[in-house]
């Protein structure tokens, strides 16, 4: 992954971004996949840029020529920050025990919801009944006649 600074304009960022393929495949790589985010405000301010053109390599590489091209990248004034990471490839048997571990873990979710949402079922006081209500009614009037018996008194 590497960054172009907001100093260029969008069609330059992207003659750049060209130019970092260019390198990987002179460097006898293999570009695999590549995603543009487009310009994106940073966390932080780097040389004084607030923005920067995201571009986002997978790539297969020879291991003699990294070293060159990290040095490339580094020594570039056209690219403001850029990070380089070595990733396993994995084998058909861990990509399924990868996928049924998120299969458990997603299933451990839904089984969570299920019951929170029988705690919260039970925990919310069902309307009240008409009964009450009018119970209710006739506690106020005799509290209203309480208070006016009062007031004779007083």
Do not use: C
């Amino acid at each position: 992954m590497f960054i172009v600074p907001n100093k260029y304009t969008e069609v330059e960022a992207k003659t750049i971004i060209g130019r970092v393929e260019k390198m990987i495949m002179d460097g006898n790589g293999q570009i695999v996949s590549g995603e543009y985010w487009g310009k994106k405000k940073m966390a932080y301010e780097i040389k004084h840029n607030a923005y920067g053109y995201y571009q986002l390599y997978q790539f297969d590489f020879p291991g003699e020529s990294l070293i060159k091209l990290n040095n490339d990248l580094r020594l570039s004034t056209e690219i403001l920050r850029h990070q380089i990471l070595k990733i396993k490839v994995k084998s058909e048997e861990q990509l399924a025990k990868e996928q049924a571990a998120r299969d458990r873990l997603i299933a451990k979710e839904e089984e969570a919801k299920e019951a929170a949402t029988k705690f919260i079922k039970k925990a919310t006081p069902h309307k009240k009944k008409a009964e009450d209500k009018t119970e209710l009614k006739d506690l106020d009037k005799k509290l209203d006649g309480i208070i006016e018996n009062t007031k004779d008194l007083v």
